[in-house]
RNA sequence: GGCGACGUACCCAAGUGGUAAGGGAGAGGUCUGCAAAACCUUUAUGCAGCGGUUCGAAUCCGCUCGUCGCCUCCA
């Protein structure tokens, strides 16, 4: 049973789809105008592992994660690069798309974009303005939030006290100073679309309710994004959604994850306080970068310094190490046989044992910290009971069971080199080759000879190839 | 001003009523020709402070101090 915190209650709920084993989830994606910074990829790595586990628990995910390709946003930086919008999108689509493999996220299973549907968004607005909650003015279309009841229960910000900070830029069009637009009129030299209010474009976020709709249905099971989103945006999502299609709750659980800090502080791109995703991935191992990012809690602040980084590498290093120590055991079992002992029992009921743990952990609204402890103890059986494990079968468990949770949060294990176990001729020539060299250096050993077994080490290092020395004979990886 | 989050060892970070997970770093030790890795021991009588409730509190309540965020585009 999965418990997940809800925004929307503000507090854990047990996690039950509205329709069986099916799961619609939606996150809100980057606009793109800009290079998303390492603070939109926690966002990203945070639900990609919320995805993976809810996936691993059984349920069957439609994930969908759009595309803000039109806003004020995407205007002002199109006319300073001197592109067109379009072009600016597609830029920056293609990056988000880069950075979201080297994260080893998932792919959505559809990625919309807002220019798509305009149609939709339209129709939105005809609705709100049909159902009296829109107004028109002057081609500028407005939601009237006093005419929302409900308006202000997610944030849970009191209508009262929303409408005496009418402080920033009055907009004397407005009814009521909270009133937010729905749609824009045109602008000359800007994008429009043609509509019942005259030429113009989507105002607020409207792209989320209309893609939530289009491609999930209301109400969907979990609408994620970064708690900066709750207001004004997801209030002003229900808001819009709710009016327009007479849904009173047009999402079941609403997600948020912390913000990532750099120096305690909150990074953004007003501030210029931010590192790009790219910069740290340029800089880190993606995978310990993809590890770091889920070593807090997800609804927790999380800090991002060099040292967070190096933990995170030294951490990764650790599990990659265990798994190796499993697969240099099962090679070494290849060649002098198995002989099953008590720590064959010990190590198939702590993999046994991790699994369970993991999942306790994160059933618990996904506490990715307390999860990756239980890897760890697992990694710590591992790497005490692997040499007298004489079963090949047991160690191949252990090490299933270790890439599959350390997956769950996004690294992947499976592709780290193998002790030449790869198919191919080739593989199999090098495998020969260096166990033919590791005999050599063997037999320097037993005579002492130990500047030709330093000699066969180091040159061997120096081609990618690690050797370390066990009692039962070395092993070897490439690095 | 309104709303909210947080304060756990040198650092990161779980735990939210039953007597402080895990990782990193440091110290000591084991193994080892050396190396790498690994293993063992060790580092918070205490969880911002002060009161209260309780047989029992890091965990609940109150107050104080401190940090941060949202209320305006932002994951």
Request: glycine share 8%; net charge negative.
């Amino acid at each position: 049973m999965v418990n997940v915190y809800n925004t929307r209650t503000r507090s854990k709920e047990e996690f039950v789809p509205i329709e069986g084993n099916n799961v619609r989830m939606y996150v809100c994606g980057p606009t793109v105008y800009d290079y998303p910074h390492i603070g939109n990829a926690r966002s990203f790595a945070v639900f990609d592992t919320i995805r993976r586990y809810l996936e691993y628990k059984g349920y069957r995910v439609v994930y969908i994660t759009n595309f803000t390709d039109i806003d004020d946003k995407m205007i002002n930086r199109s006319k300073e690069d001197g592109i067109e919008v379009s072009e600016l999108a597609a830029k920056f689509i293609t990056e988000y798309l880069t950075i979201a493999k080297q994260l080893n996220l998932i792919p959505a299973t559809i990625n919309p974009r807002a220019t798509e549907h305009m149609d939709d968004i339209i129709e939105m607005v005809e609705l709100i303005i049909k159902n009296g909650y829109g107004y028109d003015v002057d081609g500028d279309v407005y939601f009237n939030v006093p005419s929302f009841e409900t308006y202000g229960g997610l944030s849970r910000i009191p209508m009262d006290d929303l409408s005496s900070r009418a402080r920033v830029e009055v907009d004397e069009k407005k009814k009521d100073p909270r009133d937010f637009i729905l749609w824009k009129a045109e602008k000359p030299g800007e994008p429009s679309w043609e509509s019942p209010w005259g030429k113009g474009r989507p105002g607020w976020h409207a792209e989320c309710s209309v893609m939530g709709k289009h491609y999930l249905g209301f109400p969907f099971d979990i609408h994620g994004g970064g708690q900066d989103l709750i207001f004004p945006h997801h209030e002003n999502e229900i808001a819009q959604s709710a009016a327009a299609y007479g849904i009173e709750t047009p999402v079941k659980y609403w997600l948020h994850n912390g913000f990532l800090t750099i120096d305690s502080d909150k990074m953004s791109k007003s501030e210029k306080n931010f590192s790009t995703a790219r910069e740290v991935l340029d800089n880190y191992d993606h995978q310990a970068v993809r590890l770091y990012l889920v070593t807090g809690q997800y609804r927790q602040p999380l800090d991002y310094n060099d040292k967070a980084m190096k933990q995170a590498i030294q951490s990764l290093e650790r599990i990659k190490n265990a798994a190796d120590t499993i697969r240099g055991r099962i090679s070494i079992l290849e060649k002098i046989g198995s002989r099953e002992s008590d720590a064959d029992r010990k190590l198939a009921e702590a993999s046994k044992k991790a699994r369970e743990d993991f999942e306790k952990e994160m059933d618990d609204d996904f506490n990715t910290p307390g999860a990756l402890a239980e890897i760890f103890t697992l990694v710590r059986e591992i790497n005490t009971l692997t040499k007298d494990v004489g079963g090949a079968a047991v160690l191949r468990e252990a090490l299933a069971v270790m890439i599959e949770l350390v997956g769950i949060l996004g690294v992947n294990l499976a592709d780290e080199a193998q002790t030449g176990e790869g198919a191919g001729q080739a593989a199999k020539a090098l495998k020969g080759i260096v166990d033919f060299l590791l005999e050599l250096r063997e037999g320097a050993r037993k005579s002492k000879d130990f500047a030709k077994a330093d000699q066969i080490r180091d040159r061997l290092g120096e081609l990618g190839i690690e050797i370390a020395d066990t009692k039962d004979g070395p092993t070897w990886k490439m690095s």
